[in-house]
């Protein structure tokens, strides 16, 4: 099977996932995980509502991709932490420098799903076909969510890997989901 179907076949799978509307309130087993629903905020207004996740706001400004986050179209962020960020050291450090904008536009497109997706959506898709779902980015890298337990882990490609971690905030445009890792690209 080629990668183009693969990834049509994982974009409708996870297409066909019951969407949570900006006025449901959702509820999961696990509270510190769990979906805060505040449709009144955009993607950008959550991102920005969330102390935790200063350095990607402040990287999402930088590479000038703030107006994808106001718009209209509906997007799930993977939201690297700041600890996250810090994690990378100098790599992290080189990556928010202005000369660098290309490479962290391309990061951050890799973090950026369609559509409003909440973590309780994609572990009912998980558990509906009994393992992996995959989806491709807006990058055009496919990344792929699996469950150890209850925890919810996003795979790239490449092999770099990420695990929910924190509350997910569903916006009237899309969910930002906080991660304990930045997805990087390969090295090469």
Same mark, same amino acid.
């Given at each position: ?14 297409? =066909?996932?019951?969407?949570? =509307? ?26 920005? =509502? ?9 990287? +999402? ?60 959506? +994609? ?45 997910? +905030? ?6 930002? +989901? ?11």
């Amino acid at each position: 099977m080629t990668a183009t179907w693969k990834t049509g076949l994982a974009a409708i799978a996870l297409a =066909s996932l019951p969407l949570v =509307s900006a006025c449901t309130k959702v509820e999961d087993e696990n509270p510190e995980t769990a979906t805060k629903d505040d449709g009144t905020l955009t993607l950008a207004a959550a991102l920005g =509502s969330n102390e935790e996740l200063g350095t990607l706001r402040g990287a +999402i400004e930088q590479s000038e991709l703030s107006g994808v986050l106001e718009g209209p179209a509906s997007y799930t962020l993977l939201a690297p932490s700041n600890a996250a960020f810090d994690a990378l050291g100098e790599e992290g450090a080189t990556l928010l420098e202005d000369q660098q904008r290309p490479m962290l536009v391309a990061l951050l497109r890799d973090h950026l799903l369609p559509g409003h997706l909440t973590p309780e959506a +994609i572990g009912e898709a998980i558990d509906r076909k009994g393992g992996p779902v995959t989806m491709a980015t807006l990058g055009q890298a496919e990344v792929t969510f699996s469950k150890s337990g209850e925890t919810v882990n996003v795979v790239m490609d490449d092999g770099s890997d990420a695990a929910f971690a924190g509350t997910a +905030i569903a916006a009237n445009n899309g969910v930002v +989901i906080p991660i304990n890792k930045v997805l990087l690209p390969p090295k090469g």
